[in-house]
């Protein structure tokens, strides 16, 4: 990605398939991530091609609102796909909290509606440069975890963890605080996933390339289209 009570638990999600994907085998549900780089995406052919969900970008720190968002959305959810908003997170500029609520605000609510995913934190690289935004590991899960419940106190749902194994290593130290409670999408730009991060079972969503068929990152939901459709009705 680019910057500028009564749920249900993750493993009765995925029961009904639990097997790991790879970009080869397309028995798994089929999605993409998108933003404002994208431009104008006709998501009627995403769905002829075979896709079934889109996560795409709302906003950014507590400044930045992706301009193509409103449009994204409408057009997936007019083309029939299960879509969710995801927020590029910022933790050196304001606090997790803060972040949740821009982020609900301008478009990463979630109703169980069954077409809504629940909203993704984007927690990666600083674009700025500054590794792990200069927090240490342990101010760093206090920022995650202030977004999360945030998020979970407005909405009912956990958001879903999009990270890569590297950062989240070396800038969390590695937690397991998160396992048991939200969705994990990891990235990894490979013919598997390789090692996840501590605590995870299973990846909920695997980001596998950056490039391909369709526009934007490449995604597979790790499960059937039913478990997909469950993950989206909380």
């Not at 440069?129 to 977004?147: H, N, P, Q, R, T």
Request: with cysteine; hydrophobic share 35%.
């Amino acid at each position: 990605m680019k910057a500028s009570t009564g749920l249900l638990t993750l493993a009765a999600i995925l029961a009904s398939s639990t097997a790991s994907p790879t970009p080869a085998k397309r028995a798994s549900p089929l999605g993409v991530d998108i933003s404002h780089y994208q431009g104008t995406v006709n998501f009627n052919t995403l769905k002829a091609n075979g896709l079934s969900f889109v996560y795409i970008k709302a906003t950014e720190g507590t400044t930045y609102q992706d301009p193509n968002f409103s449009a994204n959305y409408v057009g997936a959810t007019n083309a029939g796909l299960i879509r969710g908003g995801y927020h590029f997170a910022h933790p050196d500029s304001s606090s997790g909290a803060t972040q949740a609520n821009y982020f609900l605000a301008h478009g990463g609510g979630w109703s169980s509606d069954g077409i809504t995913l629940p909203g993704a934190l984007d927690i990666e690289y600083n674009p700025s440069g500054a590794e792990c935004y200069g927090l240490s590991a342990s101010a760093m899960v206090s920022w995650i975890k202030d977004f999360s419940n945030t998020y979970h106190s407005k909405t009912g749902v956990y958001p879903v963890i999009y990270t890569t194994t590297d950062w989240w290593t070396t800038c969390t130290g590695n937690s397991a605080s998160f396992a048991s409670t939200n969705p994990l999408w990891i990235a990894r730009y490979s013919s598997s996933i390789g090692t996840l991060p501590a605590g995870w079972a299973y990846t909920t969503f695997w980001q596998y390339a950056d490039s391909g068929p369709n526009p934007g990152d490449q995604d597979e939901f790790n499960g059937s289209l039913q478990g997909l459709k469950n993950l989206a009705l909380g």
